[in-house]
């Protein structure tokens, strides 16, 4: 394959709307400013020198395209071809970066200078630092103090960067409350700051312009499954926090109707309340961070706290598009719990010499867990391991 | 109009005077059966109208203080129907300023928008202002209030164009609050606000209530004129966590009230 894959860009649905969800529920301060990056993006994602300067970085600085690589052992394991898509391989060691590099340059072409982010692994707030450096931007990023701790390389890295970082809330305090004091710092400064989100969340336009920088996933995937394999998957498994890389990877499969979606949450301790991250399975409607979908709450509508092993998954709201793509029936989702995401991040070490990210983890223990004896599956490996070094080697079972 | 709207437009005249007082109370904070007590306090004091604000785990547009008045508030068992049972307390025990309650969506959406409304309205309440709902979004709350005989409020922002600005000014049938600078509660110079109380004013009949950063007395006065009210949130909250919070709120506001 040569050069990047090319962004699958839609038109923004009207109102954000995907069937029931979606939305654009925020305070009025920054309803002008979503409305200016709306029309901006959609702007920028038809101009082909925009277009033709992503392409650049995604090359020559990101390290696209990524390589799919088929996982011949763990193939032999589940009884039937695995390939992976290599996005552990991208610069900073995740999908993140897809998403901060483009919606950086459409920053720097409205004209803001100053970006806030908010992270929960630290891998969205690496790849926001990296990018604000490589672009000479003003780089701030809110993180709860739980994830601090327990992603630390990660928050070193962010400050090596330049980037400043804002711890957020009491010891417990993870990727949702990040979020809020992401979005209450651009209410404030919104004249000149640009928030970049790190997944498919958010008031619209955020869902669909993630999704749409995040789909050169998908469409690399694609066609390399198309020269490598000789066809399509016919099983697309990744894992679902935000659903950023899950509606990357999805986006160009939805049309394949044969192709089969598998999107997977955090299953965590368990189903009780407070113990897992998986707003689709055990979750109900709702709004949060500015959009409604499926979100983990109390009867009263208070958002519950929430648990992963994973610290990117580790979020009680889901893109919008997902909520509607499960109610259609597109795709569908389970949640697996924290030992079965180990216990496949100890197998893919082992199989094939590859040390997964906790998150990425858990869509390929969904690929163990698949019949054997039938058709291709492609696995979204969304991320390397190093960052949750601490996390595995510390882990005891509760 | 409603008469719930006739009630703020009557306690918030637009005579061009000195902004009417409009103190701001957490429910349940500091604790969940005092807050009829702190409503009549805050009345007690001169308010002209009393915002109650319903906690919500969530709260966008809230600074520093409200936000952990609402956690504690939620975490000793606050819940949106206790909270409205405070309001109808306080109006059984004599309140007769009328109450917004602001609280955000999702609390509201779980509820039951019309189902919300009328307990509300039930309850004593006169209008409602939700800031994480848009006026693109506002259409099915909208419906619901008017159903039940709530007003609703709505909020304009510095960085509202104008062609929205008359929009969020027509809707508006409770006061339109305006926001007096890019942020959340608690931070900022109200001042700043006085270029868009001048773009809003010629756009609605209904009261503007300016709010966000207002703390003193020589503030309220500044706005004389330019604002129908202020309203005053993280002073009285901090207020609420004295020894003894209906005496100090009551002694906040009459000192806002220049009293
Ligand atoms: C490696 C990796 N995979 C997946 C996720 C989950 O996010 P999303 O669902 O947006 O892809 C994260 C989030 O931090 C991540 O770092």
Redesign the interface.
Known sequence: MNGPGRLIVTAPPP?GRYGEFG???????????LQQLEAAAVEALSDPQFLAEFYRLEAGYAGRPTPLHHARRLSERVGRPVWLKREDLLHTGAHKLNNALGQLLLAQRMGKHRIVAETGAGQHGLATATACALLGMDCIVYMGREDMRRQAVNVAKMKLLGARVEPVGDPAATL?DAT?EA??DW?????GTHYVIGSAVGPHPYPWLVRTLQSVIGSEARAQMLELAGGLPEVVIASVGGGSNAIGIFAAFLADSEVQLLGVEAGGRGPEPGANGASLGLGTP?????SRSY?L?D?????LPTHSISAGLDYPGVGPEHANLMATGRASYLALDDRQALDAFHLLTRLEGIIPALESSHAVAAALRLPAGQGPILVCLSGRGDKDLETVLGWEPS | MSSAGDAILAALPRSGGEPRVCPYLMAGFPDPEGTADLLLAAEAGGGALIEVGIP??????D?PTLQAAGRHA?AHGM??RLALAQVELARSRGLRVPVVCMT????????GLEEFCRAAAAAGVDAVLV???????MGGLEGSASRAGLGLCT???????DR?LAL?AARATGFVYC?SR???TG?GDPTEGTDLLDRVRALSGRPLVLGFGVRRRSQVMALAGLADGVAVGTRIVEAATGADPAASVREVVAELCGR
Request: glycine share 8%; charged share 20%; net charge positive.
């Open positions: 109102r939305g654009s529920f925020v305070p009025e301060t920054v309803v002008p400013a949702k809020s979005i209450r209410v404030t400064n919104v004249r709702g709004v949060l961070h500015g979100i709450q009867r009263d509508g208070q958002v | 919500h785990s969530d709260p966008l547009a600074g939620l819940t949106t955000y969506l999702n609390p509201v959406a779980q509820f800031p994480d709902l848009p006026l693109e979004e909020m304009v922002a510095p960085t509202t164009p929205r969020a926001v890019t942020g959340v931070k």
